[in-house]
């Protein structure tokens, strides 16, 4: 997997102080698109043990809320192994820290990858620019949805998450 940056103190994607995962590939290629330098999968720079040991010093903080995983997309297919992997890892390492995630791909899609199990927010759906709507928390057009995963998951319904 590659990425283009960790943001550390981000309080604009996802609850309360968070450290933000910007991964590298999207297939989705939104028009207007506020991350386009994230499309290219062999863009930025490889995410290695010393950019993992960042993430995990930023989560070992108190006032950090937990993860966003965004980008690009996070399930793109050259990063959801790696994705999985980092969130399985986060979840026993930080069970106190939530775990947030874009993506283009729909709430359809991602439940039936491995992931979810591990997530707790996600905002699901592209970017279109005829539905931006710049007063809505955490995603930028209002065909996208903050849902709630493990009580979507539970009841077998899309539950959003609270604003």
Known sequence: MRYH??????????DGLRVVLWVAGCSHCCPECQ???TWDPNGGILFDEEAKA????????DYVS??????????????????TALAREIRMKF???TIWLYTGGSWDFVKKREVVRYLDVLVDGEYECAKRD????????SN????????SLRLGKVVLHCE
């Open 35 to 37: 991350n386009p330098i």
């Open 144 to 151: 996208q949805r903050v849902i709630n995963v493990q009580e």
């Open 5 to 14: 940056n960790i943001t550390k103190d981000d309080m604009l994607n996802g």
């Open 95 to 97: 069970p106190e820290k």
């Open 54 to 61: 960042e993430l995990f010093e930023e989560l070992k903080k």
């Open 66 to 83: 937990g993860i966003t995983f965004s980008g690009g997309d996070p399930l793109h297919v050259r990063n959801e192994g790696d994705v």
């Open 134 to 141: 710049t007063q809505l928390h955490w995603r930028g057009s």
